[in-house]
């Protein structure tokens, strides 16, 4: 595979992004890989990397990057509550809605129809975790001739009262979603995942939305205390199922 990181350009600055697709066959079917709140690390290079093996061209962006380069990851204790590199991360986190993501998304479309190993004008994938849950709807709802799936896994306040909340253009999505949610979240309540299941079959829009038993948020990945490989690989199974029915 080729690796590199590269700057992307958007109205706001330069994007720091990984980069990673196949060395082969291409062009590659664009998939858009958004970050949870902890920020990037080498284990969603990771998950980047396997996506790329079956053959996709993979962005994965740093979504911090208006807070300036040294704002990307906030280290192993950015999950303890009260740690001071939980409450930096939170300090960035709290600034972000999701208008200048999807501006971002924009900028990642336009950078990726220039490069020639990706499918230009192609249909496009967009997924994200945790705090990018809602980005990775939002954008299918935004860019609907374009972002042909997106997904959303253990995504917090996917139903709220931001601008572009992912619940409120479910109606103007023309690609297929899938919504994946943990039985244990303090983050994504059941009440929160039944509102969204609801306005998600008023809508009409093609997908699912599935919530996993007996596991909690963040249950995909492989270095977090709660990682479940069983529903891990389900997670897998039902993304690159996803991607090749939308972008293939």
């Not at 990726?112 to 709802?141: K, L, Q, V």
């Not at 009262?161 to 059941?190: C, I, Q, R, T």
């Not at 270095?223 to 972008?247: G, M, N």
Request: aromatic share 10%; proline share 7%.
């Amino acid at each position: 595979m080729i690796e590199e990181i590269l700057d992307i350009q958007t109205a706001d600055g330069a994007m720091e992004s990984f980069i990673v697709r196949p060395e082969r066959n291409g062009p590659h079917s664009v998939v858009l890989f958004m970050m949870d709140a902890p920020g990037i690390r080498e284990e969603l290079h990771e998950m980047a990397r396997r996506l790329a093996a079956v053959g996709f061209f993979v962005i994965q962006p740093n979504l911090y990057y208006r807070a300036g380069r040294d704002f990307k990851n906030f280290g192993p204790h950015v999950l303890e509550e009260g740690h001071p590199a939980q409450v930096r991360m939170r300090s960035v986190r709290t600034k972000m809605t999701i208008p200048p993501v999807m501006a971002d998304v924009g900028a990642m479309i336009d950078w990726a129809d220039a490069h020639p190993d990706a499918r230009a004008g192609g249909p496009i994938g967009a997924h994200g975790y945790c705090m990018s849950g809602p980005y990775a709807i939002a954008a299918a709802a935004r860019y609907p001739d374009r972002i042909a799936a997106a997904a959303s896994f253990y995504a917090t306040r996917i139903v709220s009262d931001a601008e572009e909340s992912p619940h409120l253009n479910l109606g103007n999505v023309k690609g297929e979603l899938y919504m994946s949610f943990a039985e244990h979240d303090d983050l994504a309540p059941p009440e929160m995942v039944g509102e969204m299941g609801r306005l998600f079959e008023e809508s009409g829009a093609a997908g699912e939305l599935e919530v996993h038993p007996d596991v909690h948020h963040g249950f995909a990945f492989p270095e977090r205390w709660c990682y479940d490989k069983p529903a891990a690989e389900r997670h897998w199974e039902r993304l690159i199922a996803l991607y090749r029915r939308c972008l293939d």
